[in-house]
């Protein structure tokens, strides 16, 4: 059985309030996602990746279909604060912006001291402090270059790497990535998606990863799921999607990776 199952999900927008007219952002998707594996929802800007993304860690309820996380229903079956927090605990966010992610009042500190009381672990004692270190550590940033700093004082690089040390910390089953490395500073995107493969051949942890970046779907995915208009139009391995292309949407984000697009001949 897989570990997240997403079955017919759709969502509708009901806009106007005199003459009312209904927005598909999500049409009847269906995917699964198993222990260990990175699967791409890959799309322009408005195919409906985002808002699957939102269903998916319960902050969006769909207009129809389900969820099904490790054999129970996330919209039914997850009802109370300990169930939620449950939830949250082994279904993590990463999102586009790092800097959105903080508090800018706070020192970076209070975002892995969040997911240590998560844990029931104070801060303060021994354990806690040696926890934040490792993490920092993990994902190669010096715990004294960053501790007790606000997030303005730090790269785009570095914040992003601390919401993966948080990551680290939880030791979530599932990650959803959305745009991880899009604000990111291009010589730092490899270091940052290489994190996300580390997690994966460390402690088995899956990642939905959101692009519009066909070239770094291939990359990283075990799985691509092309979207477009709300609706999953073109998904498999990335090389049979390369070989196979089904949608004529799917081969233009190929011939928009010039060297994907030479790798294989489908015309």
């Not at 017919?8 to 198993?34: C, H, P, Q, W």
């Amino acid at each position: 059985m897989s570990m997240l199952e997403v079955k017919n999900l759709t969502k509708v927008y009901e806009m106007g309030l005199i003459r009312k007219r209904r927005i598909v952002a999500v049409n009847d998707v269906s995917f699964d996602v198993s222990e260990g594996e990175i699967v791409s929802l890959v799309g322009e800007s408005g195919s409906g990746k985002t808002t699957t993304a939102k269903m998916v860690l319960r902050l969006l309820p769909p207009t129809a279909g389900s969820v099904v996380f490790q054999g129970r229903d996330i919209w039914r079956e997850y009802k109370t604060k300990e169930d939620l927090k449950e939830y949250w605990k082994n279904v993590h966010a990463v999102f586009q912006d790092p800097y959105a992610s903080y508090n800018p009042f706070y020192t970076v500190d209070r975002i892995l001291n969040q997911a240590l009381r998560l844990l029931n672990i104070d801060p303060k004692s021994s354990e806690g402090k040696r926890l934040v270190r490792e993490a920092l550590s993990y994902v190669g940033l010096v715990p004294e270059d960053v501790l007790g700093k606000y997030p303005h004082q730090l790269s785009g690089g570095q914040r992003q790497r601390i919401m993966i040390a948080r990551c680290w910390l939880l030791k979530p089953k599932l990650i959803l990535a959305d745009e991880p490395v899009s604000m990111i500073d291009a010589s730092m995107r490899g270091a940052i998606i290489k994190l996300f493969m580390n997690l994966r051949d460390d402690y088995k942890t899956s990642t939905i990863f959101i692009t519009h970046d066909m070239g770094l779907a291939y990359y990283v995915s075990d799985k691509i799921l092309v979207m477009y208009k709300g609706k999953v139009v073109d998904q498999g391995s990335p090389d049979e999607l390369i070989k196979n292309p089904k949608h004529e949407y799917t081969k233009k984000l190929l011939a928009s990776v010039p060297t994907l697009y030479k790798k294989w001949s489908w015309e």
